[in-house]
Nanobody
Framework: QVQLVQSGGGLVQAGGSLRLSCAAS?????????MGWLRQAPGKEREPVAAINWSSGRTYYAESVKGRFTISRDNAKNTVYLQMNSLKPEDTAVYYCAARYGSTNSAGLRYDYWGQGTQVTVSS
């Protein structure tokens, strides 16, 4: 069973930065997986933020975060990161790490495994 454990949420002022981490386990390799970050703000639907194909490192971003957020992975640590810069109050949400078997070609919503979620709050 794939398990995803998140860390790195918190409170930051607008314009600041945070880095979220997602440690994956349960497989000898994640080379056949796509990983993603999604978020859900109060009163809103869950929305995709970013995705990465583990083997190739190719990345995809929602338009709202392009140029500000960066998704990456560390092969040795089986860990996926979301570096968030120039944060805005509208970025406030619970952020989820997710994984699915197979590659992706977009920052989407279809995943097989989910992390526990972590709160990111951006104050103005």
């Amino acid at each position: 069973q794939v398990q995803l454990v998140q860390s790195g949420g918190g409170l930051v002022q607008a314009g600041g930065s945070l880095r979220l981490s997602c440690a994956a386990s349960g497989r000898s390799s994640f080379s056949s997986y796509a990983m993603g970050w999604l978020r859900q703000a109060p009163g809103k639907e869950r929305e995709p933020v970013a995705a990465i194909n583990w083997s190739s490192g190719r990345t995809y971003y929602a338009e709202s975060v392009k140029g500000r957020f960066t998704i990456s992975r560390d092969n040795a640590k089986n860990t996926v990161y979301l570096q968030m810069n120039s944060l805005k109050p509208e970025d406030t949400a619970v952020y989820y790490c997710a994984a699915r078997y197979g590659s992706t070609n977009s920052a989407g919503l279809r995943y097989d495994y989910w992390g526990q979620g972590t709160q990111v709050t951006v104050s103005s």
